[in-house]
């Protein structure tokens, strides 16, 4: 296959695929065969009750869990694995940390480093990580504060900054590295209501920018509006996909009825 064919190929395949997918944590089954599909450049809302096997799934795809059963990849490679004819490898914690550095998380607490400036929690993976000159780095890092509106907080400790502008920093250290997908674990469950959408703002542009996304989130008016997939988990399992507007509007599955009824 020729570089060309195979950019082609790749580009059509989806950034995840999760095929039957298992989780346990000793004797606990936490994900119990996960199938689903996120296409490149789509906003893909993952919603669910507290406690059915969401983080852990975004866990698994950003290689900070490993899989029991199944199988998903990433842009067309297996996570965790390399595979050779029909046998597979495991990955090297080398080649893991490679493959990690495509793709940014953000938490619902933001976790930026207390102690460094906004701007350096941004330069700081590109720098130590990348080995990037901090010069450059500050550049492309102050580009970032400008693209989630904190250009004049660069300075600003974490501390000097609220719930919301802290978020934004901390989607602006992911953007670093340049992933080619993000995943949002509840980015603003942890934030005062006043606070929500200006987060939601910066994920709207990112979206509108083409970035493919998975978004765990209560923000059901977000996923209606910007989500381009939504699927329903409970208890370990898919319970229902479809575009937002269908499963929210009209569910097909009491469970999924009886946790929008309790969030919209
Ligand atoms: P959600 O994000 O949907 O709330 P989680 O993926 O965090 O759900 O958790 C799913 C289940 O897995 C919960 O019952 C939780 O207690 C359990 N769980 C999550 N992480 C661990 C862990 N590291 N060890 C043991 N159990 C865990
Ligand atoms: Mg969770």
Request: one cysteine or more; glycine letters at 10%; a negative charge.
């Amino acid at each position: 296959m020729s570089d060309l064919t195979k950019a082609t190929a790749d580009s059509a395949a989806p950034m995840v695929k999760a095929e039957g997918v298992h989780k346990s944590y000793g004797l606990i089954e936490v994900l119990k065969g996960i199938n689903l599909e996120v296409r490149k450049g789509e906003v893909f809302c993952l919603v669910g009750p507290s406690g059915s096997g969401k983080s852990t799934f975004l866990r698994c795809i950003n290689h900070l869990e490993k899989i029991n059963a199944g199988r998903l990849s990433v842009d067309g490679e297996l996570v965790g694995y390399r595979e050779k004819g029909d046998r597979l490898y495991e990955l090297r914690d080398r080649e893991v940390s490679l493959k990690r550095r495509d793709i940014g998380m953000v938490f619902q607490h933001f976790n930026l480093f207390p102690h460094m400036t906004a701007l350096d929690n941004v330069i700081e993976a590109p720098v130590q990580v990348r080995g990037e000159s901090k010069s450059a780095a500050k550049e492309r890092g102050m580009q970032l504060m400008e693209r989630v509106g904190l250009a004049d907080k660069a300075r600003n400790y974490p501390s000097q900054l609220s719930g919301g502008q802290q978020q934004r920093v901390a989607i602006a250290r992911a953007l670093a590295m340049q992933p080619k997908l993000m995943l949002f674990d509840e980015p603003t469950s942890a934030l005062d209501p006043e606070l929500v959408g200006e987060v939601l703002d910066v994920m709207r542009g990112l979206a509108e920018e083409g970035m493919t996304m998975i978004v765990v989130t209560h923000e059901m008016g977000f996923a209606r509006e910007v989500g381009d997939a939504l699927v329903f988990m409970d208890d370990g399992v898919v319970v229902e996909s479809g575009s937002p507007r269908d499963v929210l509007t009209n569910p097909q599955e009491e469970r999924t009825r009886a946790f929008l009824s309790k969030v919209l």
